[in-house]
């Protein structure tokens, strides 16, 4: 049941701390690569401070760059690296330890990574990624569509978070559309927010997506109109079931 009546408070509370939990999904969509840097440092300190063990797939810098910039944050990225707490690769590294990128390969990975982060004693896997590296595998839009909502599923039954950054210089404005589909949590002008265009797994995964995808639409036109509402009366409405 999503509670509406909570929704703005939420997203300014997440939009305040800038902070995710186990289980969340967030999707970053930024004008520049720059822009996505100081996000992702932010999103991996955080979870370091949780003693949750965390992973960086860098593209558009080197690991060793990408490093330095955690360095200049005071992030002992050398003792943390030795200890395993953190783990900085290449897009070419990554798809090296999947053997190539298939969706199936990377949630095995998921599953394993987080397995032994929890037998080391760790609280969770936390991992940001620069998703310019599946750009050499030729993803295509409905591919990242369906990746991206199972990977959904995925969270909500291991101790993950993820923060999926798309510049928006390397895709197409298709492909970003479906990535900001399939996130939970948005990103943008470094603001956090309720994603309310966000389609859910189950939804999506029935084989009338597009039907499942308008309903989605329409409700959540009318739950908006309704939370604006109450909020300019000083009421909040009382929580409604979404559409299943």
């Not at 095995?108 to 990574?113: A, R």
């Not at 959540?220 to 939370?227: A, D, M, S, Y």
């Amino acid at each position: 049941m999503i509670d509406t009546a909570s929704l703005l408070g939420q997203s300014r509370a997440r939009a305040a701390r800038g902070e995710l939990h186990v289980h969340d999904h967030m999707c970053g969509i930024y004008d520049s690569h720059e822009e996505q840097y100081e996000p992702a440092c932010r999103f991996l300190m955080a979870g370091l401070e949780r003693n949750e063990q965390c992973g960086y797939i860098a593209e558009s810098l080197t690991p060793v760059e990408f490093g330095l910039l955690l360095r200049a944050h005071g992030v002992d990225v050398a003792g943390l690296t030795a200890s395993g707490a953190l783990q900085i690769i290449s897009g070419e590294q990554m798809r090296a330890r999947l053997g190539g990128f298939t969706p199936a390969a990377m949630f095995e990975f998921l599953s394993l990574t987080e397995r032994k982060a929890l037998a080391d004693g760790y609280t969770a896997f936390r991992w940001a990624a620069d998703m310019t590296w599946l750009k050499k595998d030729g993803i295509q839009a409905a591919d990242m569509f369906l990746y991206e909502s199972q990977l959904n599923s995925l969270l909500a039954q291991h101790r993950l978070v993820g923060f999926c950054q798309y510049a928006r210089d390397d895709f197409t404005a298709e492909l970003l559309l479906a990535a900001a589909e399939t996130h939970p949590l948005l990103v943008y002008n470094t603001t956090v927010c309720d994603n309310f265009y966000y389609v859910p797994p189950q939804e999506y995964l029935k084989a009338d997506a597009s039907e499942a995808k308008l309903t989605r639409y329409l409700y959540n036109i009318i739950t908006r109109e309704r939370l604006m509402q109450h909020f300019l009366s000083g009421q909040m409405p009382e929580p409604e079931d979404p559409p299943g």
